[in-house]
């Protein structure tokens, strides 16, 4: 219940599917989350707290937008965004509910991107 809430209310997510262990929330038109309360199903072995994933907005701006939107609803975040050594983006980082490491990035302005 604490997941759903957060991907729904926090992230702004639709939910799609619902039954009492899976849960299933829209990102946009062709990518989904699913969440599965494994302690429901004990043969599922899952308890890997390394993993997350991205999202990916359209500009800079929006990465310091989200920022601002997460801390002001207390959530998680443990590298305020900033500009990549790397990787060219920007990015901030934070935790969902489960501990799940989560990512919101945008490619800085002059990242090459692979052309097809």
């Not at 699913?34 to 997350?52: C, H, Q, R, W, Y």
């Not at 050594?85 to 692979?114: C, K, N, Q």
Request: no cysteine; proline share 5%.
């Amino acid at each position: 219940e604490a997941a759903e809430k957060f991907y729904v209310d926090i992230m702004g997510l639709k939910k799609s599917y619902h039954r009492p262990i899976t849960r299933v929330f829209q990102v946009n038109e062709g990518a989904a989350i699913g969440l599965m309360d494994v302690s429901a199903s004990p043969e599922t072995k899952i308890d890997n707290k390394d993993m997350g994933f991205s999202f990916i907005v359209p500009n800079t701006e929006d990465v310091d937008r989200w920022y601002a939107y997460l801390k002001s609803h207390n959530v998680d975040i443990y590298a305020e965004p900033s500009d990549g050594t790397r990787t060219p983006v920007r990015s901030v980082h934070f935790y969902d509910t489960e501990g799940y490491d989560i990512e919101i990035f945008a490619w800085l302005p002059d990242a090459e991107m692979i052309k097809k």
